[in-house]
């Protein structure tokens, strides 16, 4: 549902507690992280990848996750043996198959069998949330995540359940709370790191919805928005996403930043065509040549008005001059 991020780091520490006193485990935990690498390879490729063709991105996404899986398959049976092993493997399976848009039977039943397996698996758990709000059970996606903060305060895990309580938010009757909620949620993961431009990127969606969910007149929540949607283009790993430029072109189009708005809009086109920013360009630029021309014609109007006034002051200075001369 989102740019997630891998959590293949975490993952590394656990795999290399769980072969401890086993054969060759330098060899062994060479393949892992081999594997692991082949992962985070995937979700990079999808989270900066973004072609014209749309088409051209879901053949990379096949060919790339085919690469993954054929790494994880090539470790060996002993490598997989215990149940902490083997909750990565499934973890990792499962994170692989769940790179695509769509929902994948699989992918839940691998991330699934993780959190059996090991229920620690914090990156396991955002993973089975990710892919059970893809099928559209919300509820149960939230109680994912949920059950993963309850291990402790995790910046991915806040970010994802704010970023699912905006979007339980939409045809709820309690919107307004749940949003509220989403804007707590995206603040705290901004606390744990106010470094990471993803956290900052969430907040500023937040603050964005809030504005729309509000009957979009308060003003302030936009300043707060594009405020943390600038915060986030500082950090380096988030400057690829097209959707900050894009949700920050918004924000500055109401607020009729105009300059700005068209600016972001045509970053956010460079960075991903299939993002319809270029017709919010037209938009904007049609609003502004109306605006000009309904100017240019208030302006016509009061010069004419103006003309007509001379000419009436004329027309009655000559006849008072007149009607003078034939009293005299």
Request: with cysteine; aromatic share 6%.
């Amino acid at each position: 549902m989102s740019r997630e991020p891998s959590g293949a780091a975490a993952m590394s520490a656990s795999v290399a507690g769980s072969q401890q006193g086993e054969g060759d485990e330098g060899a062994g935990l060479g393949l892992e992280r081999t594997a692991e690498e082949a992962v985070e390879e995937l979700y990079r490729l999808r989270d900066t990848f973004f072609p014209r063709d749309p088409a051209e991105k879901s053949a990379a996404l096949r060919a790339s996750a085919d690469a993954a899986l054929a790494r994880l398959d090539s470790l060996p049976p002993e490598q997989r043996k215990s149940p902490q092993q083997r909750a990565v493997f499934e973890f990792l399976r499962g994170k692989v198959l769940d790179v695509f848009p769509d929902y994948n039977k699989e992918a839940e039943d691998h991330l699934s069998k993780a959190v059996k397996m090991n229920p620690s698996l914090v990156d396991a758990w955002l993973c089975l949330g990710n892919c059970i709000w893809k099928k559209g059970d919300l509820a149960s996606a939230k109680n994912c995540f949920v059950l993963a903060l309850n291990k402790g305060a995790d910046k991915k895990i806040l970010c994802q359940l704010s970023m699912l309580e905006r979007s339980m938010a939409q045809g709820s009757e309690d919107q307004k709370s749940l949003v509220e909620e989403s804007i707590s949620h995206a603040k705290e993961a901004v606390m744990l790191d106010i470094k990471d431009g993803n956290c900052w990127y969430n907040l500023g969606n937040a603050y964005l919805t809030s504005f729309f969910v509000s009957g979009a007149w308060n003003h302030t929540q936009l300043h707060h928005s594009v405020k943390a949607y600038q915060n986030a283009e500082k950090d380096e790993s988030t400057k690829s996403n097209p959707d900050l430029y894009y949700n920050c072109a918004i924000a500055n189009k109401y607020l009729e930043n105009f300059e700005r708005a068209l600016s972001g809009f045509e970053a956010a086109a460079l960075k991903d065509p299939d993002l319809g920013a270029d017709t919010e360009v037209q938009k904007i630029t049609s609003l502004l040549d109306k605006l000009v021309n309904a100017m240019k014609r208030q302006l016509r109007s009061k010069r004419l008005a103006s003309l007509v006034s001379s000419l009436v002051e004329v027309n009655c200075n000559t006849l008072i001059d007149n009607a003078s001369v034939e009293i005299v």
